[in-house]
């Protein structure tokens, strides 16, 4: 299947629009993607036609909520290689998926056990274990980056021991866009026995994913960075695993048995679902991914890969650009200085023409005080990008250097 780009964004009301009398660029992928019509049509269809609580059927409505709802998580399985659709537990994104995480592993640790994430690590897959090791005595270690961006095998190997109990790290970086070898990261973690776990916020959309051959014990992701509502997040967890850990929040749904003096719990998934979760959202994950597994993948992938490569070529020419970040790997994400501006300057520069950047540390403060800068301004592609969007970039970018 060849690629038809400008067929792809007409799925996409939203890139229609105009900003500051400028047709849109749309360059902030790796903070939120656009949804395409397909998906907003399967959330006004629930809320018109489905309308109704998951799970407590007696009536039709709630089994139709529900056979979609459900039929969401075998497509997210599916999705992500997973052999057992118990393993997906639906949160509210990335975040909570991490969070939940590091509450159930509570009991498993104690002073002398050590956890491990990397220096490239967005605060939601950082704070969390803080948080974990504050409550448990645990130590935070942090394995080290290379000049490029990329973490250094050798010092992440160096602090992984028999003391390690999780390792956590991103499989791809939202500040720089690197892609991080998680297989073998993963193969060094659980040599020495610990749990893995994988932040896959910024890889779900840009690379395929196959939880199986990461070999991985969890992986997060958000729906909303996957053309599908926020709200929706996705923990994947062995099920094994998953039946082996305690509950985090009690509720209803969660529960097997509940007298006044103690409660029994579901097994996975729904241990881990206490309470009404965002049905619609879910049920548009599905949407998303019926629409997003219907496009020619390698295809969408060589493409997004144009686009960074055509953004590096042409910052090369453009002596006032510093690049924050050189990885050999790396997906969507291209992030800069340009001159000596300050970050949110340019972006608003930008936005002026029409171009939306983010601009600011990304949720990676002690990367950026690693790196030495304040922040950069970053631009992520996603698959509805054009070679006309780096164009209007790079002429963007031009035009800002004549004010500065
Ligand atoms: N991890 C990474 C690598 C991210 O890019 C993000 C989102 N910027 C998150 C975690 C948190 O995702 P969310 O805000 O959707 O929970």
């Known amino acids: 299947m060849t690629l038809d780009v400008a067929a792809l964004r007409a799925e996409f009301p939203i890139l229609a629009t105009q900003v500051h009398d400028a047709p849109l660029v749309y360059l902030d992928n790796a903070a939120t993607t656009q949804k395409p019509q ?63 995480v590091a509450n159930v592993l509570s009991e498993r640790l104690g002073p002398g056990d050590e956890i491990l994430v990397t220096e490239l690590e967005h605060h939601a897959n950082l704070v969390p274990w803080q948080m974990l090791a504050a409550r448990t005595g645990a130590v935070l270690r942090v394995a080290a980056i290379d000049a490029a961006g990329q973490v250094d095998l050798a010092d992440f190997g160096n602090k992984l021991s028999t003391r390690t109990r999780i390792a956590a790290f991103s499989h791809v970086s939202n500040a720089l866009g690197t892609v991080n070898p998680v297989e073998e990261m993963t193969r060094l973690a659980r040599a020495v026995g610990a749990l893995v776990l994988v932040d896959g916020a910024q ?45 985090w929040q009690g509720g209803g749904e969660m529960i097997e048995t509940v007298a006044y003096t103690h409660s029994t719990w579901q097994p996975a998934p729904h241990r881990f679902e206490a309470g009404t ?73 930008l936005d002026r023409q029409g171009i939306a950047v983010r601009t600011g540390h990304h949720c990676t403060m002690p990367l950026m005080q690693r790196l030495g800068v304040p922040g950069t301004v970053r631009a992520s592609y996603s698959v509805y990008n054009t070679l006309d969007d780096v164009h209007r970039l790079v002429a963007g970018i031009r035009k800002t250097l004549t004010f500065l």
């Open 38 to 100: 397909a998906v907003l049509d399967a959330l006004m269809h629930y809320y018109t036609h489905d309308n109704a609580n998951v799970h407590r059927g007696a009536h039709t409505l709630a089994d139709r909520a529900t056979r979609d709802f459900e039929a969401a998580r075998e497509a997210t399985a599916a999705f992500i290689g997973a052999s057992d659709a118990r393993g997906i537990i639906f949160t509210r994104g990335t975040t909570e998926s991490i969070n939940l």
């Open 203 to 247: 890889a779900i959309a840009h690379l395929p994913v196959n939880v199986e051959a990461i070999g991985c014990d969890f992986y997060a992701f958000s729906a909303h960075k996957l053309f599908a509502p926020t709200g929706v997040g996705v923990l994947w967890g062995r099920t094994a695993l998953l039946d082996a850990l305690p509950p």
């Open 277 to 349: 979760p965002n049905i619609a959202g879910v049920i548009g994950l599905g949407a998303a991914l019926r629409w997003f597994s219907a496009q020619p993948r390698a295809a969408l992938i060589a493409h997004e890969n144009t686009l960074v490569e055509a953004t590096l070529q042409a910052f090369g020419e453009i002596p006032e650009i510093r690049l924050v970040g050189t990885p050999q790997h790396r997906v969507s994400v291209v992030s800069f200085l340009l001159a000596d501006a300050h970050p949110h300057d340019v972006g608003t520069l």
